[in-house]
């Protein structure tokens, strides 16, 4: 099925994109997520697989949440600093946009496939990757608001929001 393997091929090219956002991060705790979102991806692209090969749909629910939560729990309860740079920034707005994309691929053509299996499952993957498009754009925000000098800590007009 035509749709199946395009849907497989974006899935790796995504694994791909994130392994090597990872690889480019400074940041351990932002690492860690890219890292996890590469794991979902796999488990995205072999779910796929297992659909096309049997026509059996089992996907495990995705903890990219609650890890991410985590992890970004971990960064700001570390008090540590954090440097980044716009190259990063633009890589992480990039990853966000693709899973927009992804996430809108799978809605148009879940329609399209043949079993009722099938569409359930592009209609969860589609959930997914609005999912994992609201993570890197946690990130982005979490990044934006790292710069030097971006939060006001004045306690008349404290404005650091609660991540």
Request: proline share 1%.
């Amino acid at each position: 099925m035509q749709i199946l393997d395009y849907a497989m091929q974006m899935e790796l090219d995504g694994e791909k994109y994130y392994r090597e956002l990872a690889t480019t991060c400074q940041d351990g705790g932002i690492r860690g997520i890219l890292e996890y979102m590469a794991d979902a991806e796999v488990k995205h692209y072999e779910t796929l697989k297992q659909i096309k090969d049997s026509g059996v749909v089992d996907m495990a629910a995705d903890a990219v949440r609650s890890k991410a939560k985590t992890l970004f729990q971990e960064m700001m309860e570390s008090g540590e600093t954090f440097d980044f740079n716009v190259s990063e920034l633009c890589l992480y707005e990039k990853a966000r946009d693709v899973e927009f994309k992804t996430r809108d691929f799978y809605l148009e053509h879940a329609e399209e496939v043949v079993s009722d299996d099938a569409k359930a499952l592009f209609k969860r993957l589609a959930d997914e990757e609005g999912l994992h498009a609201n993570i890197i754009a946690s990130i982005i925000e979490f990044v934006e608001h790292a710069e030097p000098g971006h939060w006001v800590e004045d306690a008349e007009w404290y404005t650091k929001e609660v991540y």
